[in-house]
């Protein structure tokens, strides 16, 4: 339908035009012809099927629009962009068929004079300076350098110039030579050198001497060189002479220095008796080798000490052998650690094994035994071994018996699964020998050894972390030096292997620290806390990362710490007072690196301070305190005395001991306690703004806090320095912190000046202008001179992307041309080859049926 429409509309505009005769009419075809000529000229035709094109195809005509409405009333600019853009390729594909036809054909000859290219040179100046390159080209030949050529060097065309010359002096070697001139006159030269340097811009009429040529500034370098390369050579051969002359009298002249050598030895002097005599002291001095202290003399006590030890030594070895437990080592060190569980923490100890003290303070002072040959074992012991009943071997030496004991630890042990099992393998009061039997079991079970030693070990390490706890809850508490080394021990060991047996350790952590929260929330101070909860915390702070803020184990034991400090009563449970402050400075060293702050620290550290300081309730502006809503009030532990003497040395919280004091029901050891206590949680309270506060934007807040507690305790403390100093740093860093705070306030931008209203007047101004701004207006106005500036950026602009335009559409189409260039050889090439090809095998299958042809008629002839 929208064809037949198409079709109609074009045949209605061809009838109004008259380009067709009227086929309804019963007119005759001449008249009709006659009637469509004279209604038309022949010249309008074309311009009128033109508009009927165009009409028909509105996408060949582009108008330009213009957003103002009186744009309709004015002639709009009408393009053709479809016929423009045949129009440029049909020029473009001319351009390029006449460059392609000239390829290869017309020669290219570049000029490349000095200057041609470069039209701001003038004739002359090109010619000059292209004579000048030509000269010194001639000058820099390598015959100018050939020092046997002693002809003058011409660069004039006269040939006039004679000889080189420097100031005056010839160069050519006919005038006085270097070797020639005296001294004075150098020394005469040198002092009238000044004098020739002034009178050398003048010639002897007194005008100014011409510039030299760059011809004669060569001339003259290439002359110095020439003569200089001479005199070096001249040097040389001087040199080679004289060289060759000392070589032939060589021999002559060392013939009189042996001469001269032996008559000085001829003339020395005879040493006499004196001299030989001292001579020969001074030798023996050299040679003699300075005495040594030698051993003293042991007594008879000490030899039959050292023959005992040794025969004890032999004796072990002996029982071990016949037990077939045999080290590699006879002697190991002692006093091993939990530090050094690498290479010799595996091998173990056979020391140790064997029942002997592991790490004590005074093992310094032992006597070492000291190992002995195997072969004077048997000789050394002069009598039997008889064993008692109690399994104890008597070695019989002279008069004396020595009882030697069995070994305590078994030779196989098996790698304990649970606490009871590792319980059953240890003497639980002899510490020393749990070291050996824990050092024994990791020897036995080390991963290398055997498939499976790796998992016992990291559940063995899972019983160890359990009996550290149960340990640390034992009562003796830490002031025997036994059980101290057996808890150091097993918190270096435990920390070290968590590396290895991080997974197995980590559900460990997590479980006793689940269960410390349980304790907690049941609020029975018997339950929680109890030693092993500062064990355990503190194991985890010495084991893994505090600063990471997404960890498995450090973050619910931070958990567990803070709201430890939230639910202990400081005012009614010493115990609190000291695990609070406890766990205070704990999490201060849990977050020294990353300085956070953990507001139940600041909050616990307030209530405890004003729970153990005299008279709280005299505490001025008490309204700065965060935690108190209500004036400040006593509590059991209030001292009762006006000044308190209080330790001006750093206190040092000892946990087993000041468990115990916290315990205790005695009024003067609650006393010494609590001002302990004081001292204590006023360092907590330096470090804690040292560390953490100081940085904070909310310092003047926190340290205003403190501020009224501090000063109050100053007053009722004799002139305590750690108070006082602790004092003076809040009151500085509060004072700091508020100087250096700055408001908040938006962001500072750049002043935006107000825009005029006032009319601009001109006496040139025209209205009857085209545009607002006349062409008799000043025409220095900055606003007409900036429009123009602009107008011609806008030109420039467009100019440049039309020729960007024009430069692309140019690659394009050489880009599409040579593709069909190179399609139509490569098809002209294959249809070459297809065919030679074709009648290559036309030739071969005309002689292949000749050939059968002939060996079927050879055949027949048979």
């Known amino acids: 339908m929208a064809g037949g429409a198409q079709l109609k509309k074009l045949r209605e505009s061809l009838q109004n035009a008259g380009l ?35 009409k028909f195809n509105p996408f060949d005509v582009k108008v330009t629009r213009n957003k103002r409405a009186d744009a309709m009333e004015k002639k709009l600019t009408v393009g053709k962009p479809g016929i423009n853009k045949q129009i440029g390729e049909e020029n473009r594909r001319k351009e390029y068929e006449s460059r392609m036809q000239r390829k290869g054909k017309a020669g290219g000859i570049i000029d490349r004079r000095f200057g041609e290219g470069n039209v701001q040179l003038s004739a002359e100046e090109k010619m000059l300076e292209r004579f000048t390159k030509e000269r010194l080209a001639k000058a820099s030949k390598s015959s100018m350098y050939n020092l046997d050529d002693d002809d003058n060097i011409d660069f004039q065309d006269d040939g006039d110039f004679g000889g080189l010359t420097h100031l005056g002096q010839s160069l050519s070697g006919n005038g006085p030579s270097r070797d020639t001139i005296d001294d004075d006159d150098f020394f005469s030269k040198k002092r009238s050198a000044g004098a020739d340097d002034e009178s050398a811009a003048v010639d002897e009429n007194g005008q100014p001497l011409r510039k030299k040529t760059k011809a004669e500034v060569m001339k003259e370098v290439i002359a110095k060189s020439k003569r200089y390369k001479k005199e070096r050579q001249q040097t040389h051969l001087e040199n080679q002479e004289k060289v060759g002359e000392l070589d032939e009298e060589f021999e002559n002249v060392m013939d009189e220095i042996s001469e001269v050598n032996r008559g000085k030895q001829t003339d020395n002097v005879e040493k006499t008796k004196f001299d030989i005599d001292y001579e020969m002291k001074v030798t023996e001095a050299k040679l003699d080798r300075r005495a040594k202290p030698t051993d003293r003399t042991k007594t008879a006590e000490e030899i039959e000490k050292e023959e005992a030890e040794r025969l004890l030594e032999n004796e072990k070895k002996r029982q071990e052998r016949m037990e077939g437990d045999i080290e590699d080592e006879e002697v190991r060190a002692e006093g091993a650690v939990g530090d050094d569980l690498g290479d010799d923490f595996w091998n173990g100890s056979g020391d140790e094994e064997n029942g002997f003290s592991v790490g004590s303070p005074d093992n310094s002072s032992d006597e070492e035994l000291e190992p002995a040959d195997e072969s004077d074992n048997e000789n050394d012991v002069k009598s039997s071994r008889p064993k008692s009943t109690s399994g104890e071997t008597v070695i019989t030496i002279g008069n004396k018996k020595i009882v030697v004991k069995p070994k305590t630890v078994k030779a196989k042990l098996t790698c304990p699964k649970t606490l009871k099992e590792f319980k059953l393998h240890i003497d639980e009061n002899n510490f020393e020998e749990i070291v050996i039997v824990i050092k024994k079991i990791f020897e036995t079970y080390q991963p290398k050894l055997a498939e499976g030693n790796k998992e016992k070990l990291g559940v063995f390490t899972q019983v160890l972390f359990e009996y550290l706890l149960e340990l640390s809850n034992l009562p003796e508490g830490f002031e025997n030096e036994k059980y101290v080394r057996i808890m150091d021990f097993l918190t270096r ?23 410390a929260h349980e304790r907690l929330l049941s609020q029975d101070s018997e339950q929680f806390p109890k030693k092993s909860d500062a064990i355990l915390l503190t194991l985890i702070g010495r084991t893994f990362s505090t600063s990471d803020k997404f960890h498995l184990v450090v973050i619910p034991a931070l958990l567990v710490a803070a709201e430890s400090l939230e639910f202990m009563k400081p005012e009614q449970n010493k115990t609190d007072i000291f695990f609070g402050i406890f766990l205070c400075d704990l999490i201060i060293r849990y977050e020294r690196i990353s300085e956070r702050i953990v507001p139940e620290v600041i909050s616990f550290l307030q209530r405890v301070l004003i729970s153990i300081i005299p008279k709280p309730e005299e505490i001025e ?71 953490m506060i100081k940085n904070t934007t909310a310092a003047p807040e926190l340290t205003l806090s403190f501020i009224p507690i ?53 006496d040139r101004f025209n209205p009857d202008s085209k545009s607002s701004r006349s062409i008799d207006m000043d025409p220095m106005d900055p ?17 440049r992307k039309q020729a960007l335009k024009e430069i692309r559409r140019d690659t394009k189409f050489e880009a599409r041309a040579q593709i069909e260039r190179k399609k139509k050889e490569y098809d002209e090439y294959h249809s070459k080859m297809a065919k030679i090809y074709n009648s290559i095998q036309t030739e071969e299958g005309a002689a292949k049926n000749e050939y059968e042809r002939e060996k079927k008629a050879r055949k027949n002839r048979k």
Request: hydrophobic share 30%; charged share 35%.
């Open 20 to 54: 067709t005769a009227n086929s309804f009419g019963k007119k005759s075809k001449g008249k009709a012809r006659k009637g469509a000529q004279d209604k038309l000229r022949k010249d309008d035709k074309e311009r009128a099927l033109s508009e009927i094109r165009e």
């Open 493 to 515: 060991t435990i920390s070290n292997l968590t590396e290895k047996y991080e997974s197995l350790l980590l559900d460990s952590f997590r479980e006793h620290l689940k269960n």
């Open 621 to 691: 502006n008490w309204e700065q305190i965060l935690i108190c809503s209500n004036k400040p009030k006593s509590t059991i532990f209030t001292p009762k005395e006006d000044k308190l003497q209080l330790s001006t040395e750093e206190v040092k919280l000892s946990i087993s001991k000041m468990w115990e004091l916290s315990k205790s029901t005695k009024e003067n050891e609650t006393r010494q306690f609590l001002n302990h206590l004081i001292i204590k949680s006023v360092q907590t309270l330096d470090t804690l703004i040292t560390k």
């Open 710 to 762: 501090i000063r109050h305790l100053i007053k009722h403390s004799e002139t305590n320095s750690i108070i006082i100093n602790t004092g003076n740093k809040l009151a500085n860093i509060y004072k700091i912190s508020n100087q250096e705070r700055r408001p908040l306030k938006l962001q500072t931008h750049r002043a935006i000046g107000i825009a005029q209203v006032a009319p601009r007047f001109s």
């Open 783 to 799: 606003i007409a001179i900036r429009d123009e500036i602009n107008k011609l950026k806008h030109e420039v602009k467009e100019e």
